[in-house]
């Protein structure tokens, strides 16, 4: 499929929502939800509910039927049960609709011969008059530039994300949650069983736009492997992948099949294939929203040695068998940097050692800075990890300093010349919880890449660093 023929199912100028119905929202996903997202995101075309029995939804005058649209469709929203969907597709064939997206399920997914026979039996007749279908049983299409949204609940701003999911409601969740770790997305698909356009149909798309940058799916199995590895290895040198595979385990495998009616595989192959393609695993969606963030503030880094600052006492041990569990080391800094910090760090209650513990030490004129600069000129530190306890900081230093420490941090990560990973722990207390979340949220609007926990930095570095031998190999 040519890049331009997809833009038609992004960027459409008229929508069809068939089974738009007069009694209101329902669902939070389907439905109306289909138009009212479009007209959250300012979609500029025409919308046209198909109900028989509705003259107007939400505003918008109805249709009987997609025959009776006075418009040229390029895409058609079905959300009917799965009886209805082949005359109406025969509509679709005779009105030359050109994408159809089948949010409706009931179809292969169940396992029932007659269910599995009228999908092929839709997708057949699809094929032969040039529509190209969009799952069945998926919620679709989002693009906050193109106007279409499956619900008005996500942001109507553009970004540089790309996302392609066989799960819907993990798409909606990536999108949602996403929004609190800075992630905009520049589309996201969600295309269930695959049934006409594949993921690596999606892949090359997103890896031929411009206007993304990073791209993220969740997997549960690929009916064409083969078209999917060679079109992530043509793309993963210039664009990061990051996929969270689902079904990599019997039962999630046999879920997997009930879920989208796919044929999940074996993990060891998947993790295989992932590494010669250059493909970042994860495997969860918190380690996706955070991989994805960190791709568009970090650049993909040589080496795995690094220094932490805030360690104390057994939280250094701690911190240290984190880092080297996920492949990174914690070594002893040069001995330069070891002597310029005991210009000013009291020896009395702090090291100097790595993990570091001299936080109080810092909060002089000039030593934060004296800091960065001596991590600068240490060749045996690859990166900086800053594990930040806002709670111990809120209630030891008051609030007032918080935001001292936040615009600090941020001058420290732009000083230093290698990348800095700050570690913002979740707080016990509500009120410490949002001054947490005001500090992520002050680090993520100024590019400094901030993580919930030190073990998810360490993976992603680490991550990081295997996606930099891929791109020099």
């Known amino acids: 499929m040519k890049q331009t023929d997809m833009d038609r199912l992004f960027y459409p100028k008229t929508i069809a929502v068939v089974g738009a119905s007069s009694g209101g929202s329902g669902a939070m996903w389907g439905g109306n939800t289909y138009l009212e997202g479009s007209v959250k995101m300012n979609f500029s075309g025409?919308?046209?509910?198909?109900?028989?029995?509705?003259?107007?939804?939400?505003?918008?005058?109805?249709?009987?039927?997609?025959?009776?649209?006075?418009?040229?469709?390029?895409?058609?929203v079905f959300s009917i049960p799965y009886s209805a969907a082949l005359p109406v597709m025969r509509d679709c064939v005779k009105k030359g609709v050109k994408f159809v997206h089948l949010f409706t399920a009931g179809f292969g997914e169940t396992g029932q011969a007659e269910n599995i026979a009228l999908e092929k039996e839709i997708v057949q007749l699809a094929r032969n008059s040039g529509i190209r279908l969009i799952g069945p049983n998926c919620m679709g299409v989002y693009c906050p530039r193109g106007g279409v949204a499956w619900t008005s609940e996500f942001p109507a701003e553009s970004g540089s994300v790309g996302f392609l999911s066989q799960s819907g409601q993990l798409a909606g969740m990536l999108i949602l949650d996403g929004q609190f770790e800075g992630l905009q997305f520049n589309k996201v698909v969600s295309f269930g069983n695959a049934s006409d356009l594949e993921a690596?149909?999606?892949?090359?798309?997103?890896?031929?736009?411009?206007?993304?940058?990073?791209?993220?799916?969740?997997?549960?199995?690929?009916?064409?492997?083969?078209?999917?590895?060679?079109?992530?290895?043509?793309?993963?040198?210039?664009?990061?992948?990051?996929?969270?595979?689902?079904?990599?385990?019997?039962?999630?495998?046999?879920?997997?099949?009930?879920?989208?009616?796919?044929?999940?595989g074996s993990q060891a192959?998947?993790?295989?294939?992932?590494?010669?393609?250059?493909?970042?695993?994860?495997?969860?969606?918190?380690?996706?929203?955070?991989?994805?963030?960190?791709?568009?503030?970090?650049?993909?880094?040589?080496?795995?040695?690094?220094?932490?600052?805030?360690?104390?006492?057994?939280?250094?041990?701690?911190?240290?068998?984190?880092?080297e569990r996920e492949g990174l080391k914690v070594p002893k800094l040069s001995e330069a940097t070891i002597r310029g910090l005991q210009e000013f760090v009291e020896v009395q209650g702090s090291s100097v050692q790595n993990p570091l513990d001299i936080m109080p030490s810092l909060l002089g004129p000039g030593r934060f800075e004296k800091l960065i600069d001596l991590l600068n000129h240490d060749d045996q530190i690859d990166a900086l990890f800053f594990s930040q306890r806002m709670d111990l900081f809120y209630r030891v230093l008051g609030p007032a300093l918080i935001t001292e420490i936040v615009n600090m941090t941020v001058m420290a990560a732009r000083m230093l010349k290698k990348p800095t990973f700050i570690i913002v722990e979740p707080a016990e207390t509500l009120e410490e919880e949002n001054i947490r979340e005001m500090a992520m949220g002050k680090y993520n609007a100024k590019g400094v890449a901030a993580f919930p926990s030190f073990a998810m930095a360490s993976r992603v570095m680490f991550n990081l660093n295997q996606y930099y031998h891929y791109l020099h190999a």
């Open 200 to 264: 690596h149909d999606f892949l090359n798309y997103f890896a031929k736009d411009e206007g993304i940058k990073v791209i993220g799916a969740y997997l549960e199995g690929l009916k064409d492997g083969a078209a999917f590895f060679e079109a992530a290895r043509r793309m993963t040198k210039t664009k990061p992948l990051v996929i969270w595979k689902g079904g990599q385990t019997e039962g999630g495998s046999r879920a997997a099949q009930s879920h989208t009616a796919a044929v999940a």
């Open 269 to 323: 192959i998947w993790q295989g294939l992932c590494k010669q393609s250059g493909i970042i695993s994860v495997d969860s969606l918190e380690e996706m929203i955070v991989t994805l963030s960190a791709l568009q503030k970090i650049p993909p880094i040589a080496g795995v040695n690094i220094a932490v600052l805030g360690g104390a006492g057994g939280g250094s041990v701690t911190m240290t068998d984190c880092a």
């Open 46 to 76: 025409k919308l046209y509910p198909v109900n028989p029995r509705a003259d107007s939804i939400l505003g918008i005058k109805a249709y009987r039927s997609i025959l009776d649209i006075p418009d040229e469709i390029d895409l058609a």
